[in-house]
């Protein structure tokens, strides 16, 4: 039986060699690949974050604010607090920015007669009401009685809630003029904190400028 010998078969892949890899070749390779990768996808742009348009808001638009009996004319965003308006727009800086929540009390002013937090009144819509901030409260130059009822009960350490206790009090006496226990005057002035804790003598210091505010008559 003869045996026929098989035809070449063209193009056949030989066998392969296997060469071994070491450990730190495979990881150079690994990096090489991803680098390479990288560069690819960096070089089609597809990595590259999309650019977010800038916001945009209302424009600026006059307006004009009583304060402390005197118009104020100025050029703002529609969305600026009346504290900023105050603070940075008209330079008046007793109402101070703590919380900017309307929390603390540090902003307290009083428009027309109300007792609000600055941070939380949108200066656009301030407009036609009599606001009042502690710049005005003693506009001859003398201390207002609860001003000067702060100063001689040692109402006030670090300061900076002073100006707004000040007007919450001021508040708080024109609704009741007659406050007759310390009691009275924290549950009239619960909106208001002080990290100072100055409380004692805020109390005592509204009492007094009560009295003083009657012509020294007790209640």
Not at 74 to 99: F, W, Y
Not at 100 to 126: E, K, N, P, Q
Not at 128 to 140: N, W
Not at 176 to 192: F, M, S, W, Y
């Amino acid at each position: 039986m003869s045996s026929k010998k098989k035809p070449d078969v063209p193009n056949k892949p030989g066998p392969i060699a296997k060469t071994p890899v070491s450990r730190r070749g495979f990881i150079r390779g690994v990096g090489l690949g991803s680098s390479a990768i990288s560069a690819g996808v960096l070089s089609t742009g597809l990595a590259e974050p999309a650019l977010a348009a800038a916001p945009v808001g209302p424009a600026a638009v006059p307006i004009s604010l009583r304060i402390n009996g005197k118009a104020q004319s100025l050029t703002i965003e529609p969305r600026v607090t009346l504290l900023d308006a105050l603070r940075n727009h008209l330079d008046m800086t007793g109402a101070k920015r703590v919380c900017d929540r309307g929390t603390c009390g540090a902003c307290t002013v009083i428009m027309s007669g109300r007792v609000v937090y600055a941070c939380t009144v949108l200066a656009i819509d301030a407009q036609g009401k009599d606001i009042q901030t502690i710049e005005g409260l003693a506009p001859a130059g003398r201390l207002h009685p609860v001003s000067s009822a702060f100063v001689n009960n040692d109402a006030q350490q670090c300061g900076y809630c002073t100006p707004g206790l000040v007007m919450a009090a001021k508040g708080f006496l024109d609704r009741n003029p007659n406050p007759r226990t310390e009691q009275d005057v924290e549950k009239g002035l619960g909106g208001n904190l002080c990290r100072c804790g100055t409380y004692v003598g805020v109390r005592k210091a509204v009492l007094e400028a009560a009295r003083e505010m009657r012509g020294g008559r007790n209640a």
